[in-house]
């Protein structure tokens, strides 16, 4: 009997419980709702949550019901101009949206009785949250050799308790598309929750760019599973800049020779705030790449990154590359970074790493001799340091867009 059946609920798991009762309508929620019952929320005694303790942080945060929203307001501003917008709770069901382009009426996402991280319990914890409190989604698919000049924002449901939201997309062979899953804020002690799969064709290349925006007082469990075919390419950008709970894990598959993958990221965090990416990239198979860094700014509060490359057997030829760079610039703010290898192959090559530091006192005496005051040059190192991994995608709308977001959360900080 694990140690979770015997404590007693908390009032922030009682109340999840409570929402999800009120949303209850088929079998496998009922299921899924039993497990949150019984096994609870995750202790720092599941090895996979040891840095983020879910059970007391959203006790913290003062969990509560709240009066229902309607869905996501329309005035959010797409992230990238002239986005096709998909409102994942009230999908155009069975509708070609674009020219080979299908959205219709989701079905249930994958099994949370899978593990999909393989530190976490029997069941997957953020599966089995968003199948209890009966997410809304849909499906996506991409047409084979379509070049999508669309990008395509996924807007979840969203109310006052916080959105449950999934997703399947399927990119088809050698298609190429931009996807941006957006996490708004909803009200304070809103919980909310996504789970999105994407499947990649054969020579397929997808553009995956996660913003996540709550507010101080709500918290966001996220989740992406990639599955890449033969040739196939991810680039994926995470942006955390609010919540005052976050987790967004990533786990990626190579199913194909020749995949590739290849994610940055930037985690802002300032007092109250604990933000946690988890990864997991699987190499399965011989002849794929990947590299993945992580920038992060602390101001205050606790930042934590996980990050795991596994090789399988057989995986040879293999060049797999993770590195978490962290500028604490405070001494009110901590972060925890576990890189880790995972090999069974033997002609590989693979790396990981992890720093953390303040700002360059060289640099910073360089920009001052010039005239600039101390508090702008502070700043302009800090937009360097995270600027780096933005600007590597290139793409000057999408890099100017991510860049405003960062600056404004910067200059509100620095001002």
């Not at 990533?250 to 802002?268: F, M, P, Q, S, W």
């Not at 996980?306 to 797999?320: E, H, L, S």
């Amino acid at each position: 009997m694990s140690l979770s059946k015997t404590q007693p609920r908390t009032a922030a798991e009682l109340t999840l419980i409570d929402r999800a009762e009120t949303r209850l309508s088929n079998e496998t929620s009922r299921e899924a709702l039993e497990v949150l019952r019984t096994e609870g929320l995750p202790s720092r005694r599941v090895e996979a949550w040891h840095y983020t303790d879910l059970r007391a942080l959203l006790g913290r945060v003062n969990v509560q019901d709240g009066e229902q929203k309607p869905a996501q307001p329309s005035y959010l501003t797409p992230l990238l101009p002239h986005s096709l917008v998909v409102e994942l709770d009230r999908p155009a069901a069975g509708n070609d949206v674009a020219s080979g382009l299908k959205v219709s009426e989701g079905k249930r996402i994958a099994p949370w009785n899978k593990t999909v991280n393989h530190l976490d319990r029997g069941i997957d914890t953020i599966r089995v949250l968003n199948e209890a409190m009966e997410a809304k989604g849909v499906d996506i698919e991409v047409a084979s050799g379509l070049v999508l000049a669309t990008p395509v924002e996924l807007r979840p449901e969203s109310n006052s308790t916080g959105g449950q939201s999934y997703a399947n997309v399927v990119a088809g062979a050698g298609s190429s598309a931009t996807f941006v899953e957006r996490a708004p804020p909803a009200s304070a002690g809103a919980v909310s929750t996504a789970v999105y799969t994407l499947d990649i064709g054969d020579g397929a290349d997808v553009l995956w760019i996660v913003v996540q925006e709550k507010g101080s007082d709500e918290s966001h469990l996220g989740q992406l599973n990639v599955t890449l075919r033969a040739d196939a390419k991810l680039r994926l950008f995470v942006l955390n800049a609010g919540g005052a709970v976050v987790r967004q894990e990533v786990h990626a598959v190579t199913e194909g020779e020749g995949a590739d993958i290849k994610i940055r990221g930037v985690n802002l965090l300032d007092e109250g705030q604990h933000i946690d990416v988890t990864t997991t990239l699987n190499h399965n198979v011989a002849h794929t790449t990947s590299t993945e860094i992580f920038r992060n700014v602390v101001l205050g509060g606790h930042g934590v990154f996980q990050g795991m490359i596994r090789v399988a057997k057989g995986a040879q030829k293999t060049d797999a590359r993770l590195a978490c760079n962290t500028l604490l610039l405070s001494d009110d703010g901590d972060f925890s970074a576990k890189p880790e290898l995972e090999i069974f192959a033997d002609d590989v090559q693979c790396g990981h790493g992890a720093t953390a530091g303040e700002i360059n006192a060289d640099h910073l005496f360089y920009l001052m001799s010039r005239g600039i005051p101390e508090a702008r040059a502070r700043s302009l190192l800090v937009k360097a340091f995270v600027g780096e991994v933005v600007e590597e995608l290139e793409d000057e709308t999408i890099v100017e867009a991510l860049e405003t977001r960062i600056d404004a959360w910067l200059d509100s900080r620095h001002s």
